[in-house]
C-alpha cells in the first residue's frame, strides 16, 4: 500500500491548490480515504475523508465551503480542491486511510508521505 500526495506550495490568503494523492497497492473504492493535517506543535486534524461503501463525505468545519475533495477510481487518485486559502490552512496535509469517514475521522490507520502547504498573509 502506498499513498503519495503532491500539489502543495506557497500562496497568498485567498489563493488555491489542488492537492493530489495517488495511491497503489488497493484501489480507492475499497476504503475509506481522506486528508488529514498537521501544523508545528499541533495535533492531527482530520480535514475531509469519503466514504468508500457510499461516497459520502466529511468535511472538518474550519473548511467547509472552501475544500473540496473528489476521487477518479479509475486513476486511482484521490483529490483536495482548496480555495480561498487562509494562513490558519497552513500545515503538512496527508492523504490517509481509516474507517469510517465521519467527524471522528483521523487517518489513523495508514498514511503517506505529506505536502507542505503554506499561505501566506
Known amino acids: 500500500v502506498q499513498l503519495q500526495a503532491s500539489g502543495g506550495g506557497l500562496v497568498q490568503t485567498g489563493g488555491r491548490l489542488r492537492l493530489s494523492c495517488a495511491a497503489s497497492?488497493?484501489?480507492?473504492?475499497?476504503?475509506?480515504i481522506g486528508w488529514f493535517r498537521q501544523a508545528p506543535g499541533k495535533e492531527r486534524g482530520g480535514v475531509s475523508c469519503i466514504s468508500s461503501s457510499d461516497g459520502s463525505t466529511y468535511y472538518a468545519e474550519s473548511v467547509k465551503g472552501r475544500f473540496t475533495i473528489s476521487r477518479d477510481d479509475a486513476k486511482n487518485t484521490l483529490y483536495l480542491q482548496m480555495n480561498s486559502l487562509k494562513p490558519e490552512d497552513t500545515a503538512v496535509y496527508y492523504c490517509?486511510?481509516?474507517?469510517?469517514?465521519?467527524?471522528?475521522?483521523?487517518?489513523?490507520?495508514?498514511w503517506g508521505k505529506g505536502t507542505q502547504v503554506t499561505v501566506s498573509s
Open positions: 490517509a486511510l481509516d474507517y469510517p469517514c465521519s467527524s471522528s475521522w483521523l487517518g489513523k490507520d495508514y
Open positions: 497497492g488497493f484501489t480507492l473504492d475499497y476504503y475509506a
